[in-house]
């Protein structure tokens, strides 16, 4: 198979995916027990005018229809009203979901050197004492609940150093000293686990390599042990590396979640858990999806850079 | 004064564990030396360390490595630069990410010997010499792309590359086919003798190192047992050791007289065709096996030969044609065949760390067949039991071991109970032998050949090594790319004209004496 | 066993048979009821009466604590306990049954898969409402697809193996292979997974516990006591950094004790 053959079944595969998960996350939510009508209207209102409003809103055509006219809204950039906010759903997210890309963004600008860093020292190291105390660390790192971090962040610099903002503001000009500030908190307390579980996957592939027997053979020429790493591992590394960063990237999302509300941090995350509460609909499919999708994008990138990376597709 | 001297070299784990003990041998400039074994003698350690390398969990733990004026401690620097390796398995020891001449000038370049064009043009000279195929353009290529032995040869140009003093080889061609083998070893002897390099050959078996070696070092356990020129050590071996290794290398006729094999047919095979995917693995294959016989299978690396086992033990099911086992038809897929049909054919496998299941132990192992085919319980199954563990010449108290407590030896045996305690009519036997060390494997030889005769056992044996299978089966089938070119009698087997594969292989065999590579070259040409 | 169990594993050991004592027996030591106001200050600090001080209402923080284990390490267990015994039981079905049902579970498990776990959770509870049994079957659903992941790559490997071929040359059935020549070889890595899984869901479920949709008012488990204290972190009250260290000591022990278990295999 050409390698350009492979890249698009990856592509579509991961569509496919995606519609699938559209159809589970329509099914779960569709399940809600009492429906939206019955909800906006209250419990003294008859069945007359709760049928009534069914029909309006649509409620009362077959599970089929609607998926269908939903699955057609999201594509087309329209995926419906939001119940609570009373406007267009694209809108009350257009709104959020530059502050959250932002954030991911920081996150990962951080994170991604850091961790590769650490991961490819330990590897070097293994079994040596740097070795062993970055593995006991990330091992505990990786199980840390963010609010712990995010709020053992608060007391020292903000509560006790009074360095940093405790809530993360978001203005148009801010300048960039201000900037930083507020950003250092959520963006510290989301990195904690995401260095983890990205350095040690690192290392873990790394050290894949380095038991390989073309590894001894260059010892063995008399290559030092940077160019070993350089030449001869991370090419072989690559893909399981692409693929640990985006596995840990996508851990943004989740933890986005408690890190935006901690720090009343406007973003997509924290709007996906007041359309919970608030039990809007659609405006929590959206998020759902756009979260879902966002998975999705990270790893069918990593797939293809470690296609792309890999002369044994390249050279047929 | 010799050029490499080894004193009182000791190596052991980072556990405690002796890993060589107190190894010494010297070797002078130009000639050849081997390290010979079986797997855990040390001999791979022991070249290692000829370069100050050892691995990961061993370290060094005494004695020195000298090379001219350098000691162990200087060794380090020379690697890649005045002593060269060549690995086991070059498909593994080639960096997949990339391209051949890349790999094959980096000791040079790294060692600044000479600049790229310059180490280019000796490698592709390296190339010629090895009588690789498209040499001026083979450097382009990827491992991926190339073959075992073009491969094994690549890494001999690896090696020479710098133009070493010393020459590392370690067991360079047992991950190859027998007729690839003799093309290696011709081209590695040619280029180690043009070159007047000395080299130090790691290998198990003695017919190969025959070839190669001016002085032989015996290895077991980590100790040397005995030393000296290649003729003293294959003409008048000393150690009790050698003896064993010599006997085991040299093939003993275990055939069974002819009176065993009745002219009942017991297996017939019709026209079968099999393949995976589109690729066919089998090509139209017909035989008939007798019932008493012992029906050897040989060929190389793809030539089907498991397949034709996995089509009659009922895993893989052919294309097209029929599987016959005493006239009645055995049905192709597993789901269509009956209790009796499962008994009757039992099936043993090459690899002892996998023919085991780790979770029970080797009583419930042999118990699952006594209770399932002859519904034996209690009493009669452990008398049983214990009948069977001394078939296969086992203590009893292997029972209550698990198979991660046994030997590979052991494993095999309790393999091969676990298939009588069905009272099978049928044994297949793929590579029974092969993952064994050869003086263990010549025992399970011998255990064949009893069972044989005791119990009447018709068994299809499958193997990569024809003299092996000359030795102890009195039917002979050979297998070239999924279709039988020759089945003779063992009897006939020295009388009639082989076909042309055949002769390949019987020619390839290394022979136990020196000069045997050059005959052969000087025949074939 | 234990002794050759390295300092880490040891540390993450005692870590975790203090707080399983603590989950069963918590209760019992607890000083006050756990909805009891004992003192009229509220967010106090370390004092002999109240060793962890008290919370925005002025209840006992120890007590509190004592009670909540039972909720974050009693609901995390069995929803881990859920989802690993659902994984391997579908991915053995899988490996064994025919391939059809295999494509069609696997289909769906990496469908599942691909939604994270926080997002499906949150889907989940939006959709029924987060009572403590409904919480169990969320967690535990949440987490199935991963534990069935790995269960059946482990398990189709297994079928791979020599004795597993053998076995099905002699005829054995589908079920005899897979209860008795593969799922025996299943359980220790498993066992490990069942311990990640089993951090995942504390971790997720005091995560929705924080965000005030796991587990409701008056019951408490860590998460809810981060939340319901997070005023405090102004004045720096121990009411909010000690169950949000507790939930940390947790699953870092576990974590701890299972890189140092698979350390030795």
Known sequence: MSIYRLILNRIASALLTLLLVSLVIFIISDLLPGDAAQEMLGQSATPEQVAALRHDLGLDRPAYVRFGDWVGGIVSGDPGTSMVANMPVAEVIADRLPNTLRLAALTAAFTVPLSLLIGISAAMNRGGRLDRVLSISTLAMVAMPEFLVATLGVLIFSVKLRLLPSITMVTADQPWGEFLRSYTLPVLSLSVVVIAQMSRMTRAAVIDQLNQPYVEMAVLKGVGPVAIVRRHVLPNAIGPIINAMALSLSYLLGGAIIVETIFNYPGLASLMVNAVTSRDTPLLQACAMIFCSAYLLLLLAADIIAILANPRLHNK | MAYLEVNHLCVKADTGKTIVHDASFSLNKGEVLALIGESGSGKTTIALSLMGYARRGTHIAGGDVRLGEA???????????????????????????????????????????????????????????????????????????????????????????????????????????????????????????????????????????????DHIVVLNHGEIKEQGTTAEILHAPKDDYTKLLMAAAEPTNRVVVDALVQPVPLLEVRGVNASYGNRPILKDINFTMQRGAMLGVIGESGSGKSTLARVIAGLVVPTSGEVRLAGDILPAALSAREQEHFRRVQIVFQNASTALNPAHDVAQILARPLAFYHQLKGEAAQKRLLALIDMVKLPAS???????????????????????????????????????????????????????????????????????????????????????????????????????????????????????????????? | MIRSLPLSGKIGLATVIFWLLTAMFGPLLAPHPVGEFVDMDVFSGISSTFPLGTDYLGRDVFSRLLYGARYTVGLAAAAAMLASITGIGLALTAAVGSRVLDELLSRFMDTMISIPSKILALVLVAAFGSSIPLLLVICAFTYVPGSYRIARSLAVNLA??????????????????????????????????????????????????????????????????????????????????????????????????????????
């Open chain 3, 160 to 265: 791979q193996m020599d004795y597993v071929q053998v076995a099905k040359t002699q005829g054995e059935g589908r079920w005899h292979i897979g209860l008795r020549e593969i799922l025996p070889n299943m359980i220790h890595p498993m066992l490990a997974d069942f311990g990640l899984r089993f951090v995942f869901i504390v971790l997720l479920l005091s995560g929705l516990s924080f965000l005030g949709l796991g587990v409701q008012p008056p019951e408490a488990d860590f998460g809810s006591l981060v939340r319901e204290n997070i005023s405090g972190l102004a004045e720096g009250a121990p009411a909010i950094i000690v169950p949000a260290i507790a939930i940390a000591t947790l699953t870092i022990g576990v974590n701890l004790l299972i890189d140092a278990m698979r350390g030795k295999r």
């Open chain 2, 71 to 213: 000691h162990l401690k200087d060794l380090p620097a020379l690697r890649g630069n005045r002593i060269a390796y060549i690995a086991q398995s070059a498909a593994a020891a080639f960096n997949p990410s990339l391209n051949i001449m890349d790999q094959v000038i980096e000791a040079a370049l790294v060692h600044r010997i000479m600049d790229r064009a310059q180490a280019e043009a000796k490698a592709i000279e390296l190339f010629h010499a090895l009588a690789l195929p498209f040499p001026d353009t083979i450097g382009q290529r990827y491992p991926h792309q190339l073959s075992g032995g073009q491969l094994q040869r690549l890494m001999a140009a690896m090696a020479f590359i710098t133009d070493p003093d010393l020459v590392i080889l370690d067991e360079p061609t047992t991950a190859l086919d027998v007729t690839t083998q003799v093309e290696v070893l011709r081209a590695f002897k040619q280029v180690v003798k043009d070159r007047g390099a000395t080299a130090v050959y790691v290998s198990h078996d003695l017919a190969v190192v025959a070839q190669m070696a």
């Open chain 2, 398 to 525: 292997v029972l209550t071991r698990r198979c991660t407590e046994l030997s590979g030896g052991q494993i095999q045996r309790i393999n091969l109970a676990r298939a009588l305690a069905a009272e099978p009519e049928l044994v297949l036997c793929d590579e029974v032998t092969s993952a064994l060390d050869t003086v263990v494997g010549a025992a399970i030889l011998d255990l064949l050949a009893e069972l044989r005769r005791e119990l009447n056992l018709s068994i299809m044996f499958i193997s990569h090594d024809i003299s092996t299978v000359r030795a102890i089966c009195d039917d002979i089938m050979v297998l070239y790319q999924g279709a039988v070119v020759e089945h003779v009698r063992g009897s006939d087997f020295d009388q009639v004209r082989h076909h042309d594969y055949t002769e390949l292989l019987l020619s390839s065999v290394p022979e136990l004496r020196a000069g045997w590579l050059e005959e052969r070259k000087a025949r074939t040409a």
